[in-house]
Structures are given as structure tokens and as C-alpha cells.
């Protein structure tokens, strides 16, 4: 949430943020064998924090407006919102 909230301190008004990673929704990461995803999380130790955090929901929280997400493709997300106008 930190970097949420750090990205809207820093964007103008009117700015917006696009922020592309893992669809916690994704049905291949969903699906994966427990040991790749042990072995994700060797590499990634927020992992299970990652994946809880509602990020549409925390950056609404935060005061982001226009927030939308779109599957990028069957693993990955693109998250966009933007900061109101003055």
C-alpha cells in the first residue's frame, strides 16, 4: 500500500499511474503446483500480502478516481486510476 500511497503524493493533479504485475485472479497462478509456488515465494517473501491486497479497492481508499483493471493477458494485469483535478 505504501507505493500506492507514494505514487499519488507524487502525481500531479490529473496524473495517472498504470501499474502492471500478477493477477491474483488469474487462473494459472490460482492453479499452480504448491511447489512453484513455494518456490515463487523464495524470490517474492510479501507474496501472500501481495496477493490479499485488494489494490482497486486500497487505491480508491487512498483517493485515486477512474480505477480500472484489465487482464493484459491470461497471467498479468494492467491496473490504471489517476489523481483528481484541482
Do not use: C, W
Not at 22 to 40: D, R
Not at 80 to 86: E, F, G, I, W, Y
Amino acid at each position: 500500500k505504501g507505493l500506492l500511497k507514494e505514487a499519488y503524493r507524487v502525481l500531479r493533479p490529473g496524473g495517472t499511474v498504470a501499474l502492471t504485475d500478477n493477477s491474483p485472479k488469474s487462473k494459472i497462478l490460482q492453479n499452480l503446483p504448491p511447489v512453484l509456488f513455494t518456490l515463487m515465494k523464495s524470490t517474492e517473501p510479501h507474496l501472500d500480502e501481495y496477493y490479499l491486497l485488494d489494490m482497486e479497492e486500497a487505491m480508491v481508499e487512498i483517493g485515486f478516481i477512474n480505477v480500472q483493471s484489465v487482464l493484459t493477458d491470461p497471467r498479468h494485469r494492467t491496473v490504471t486510476a489517476s489523481v483528481p483535478k484541482l
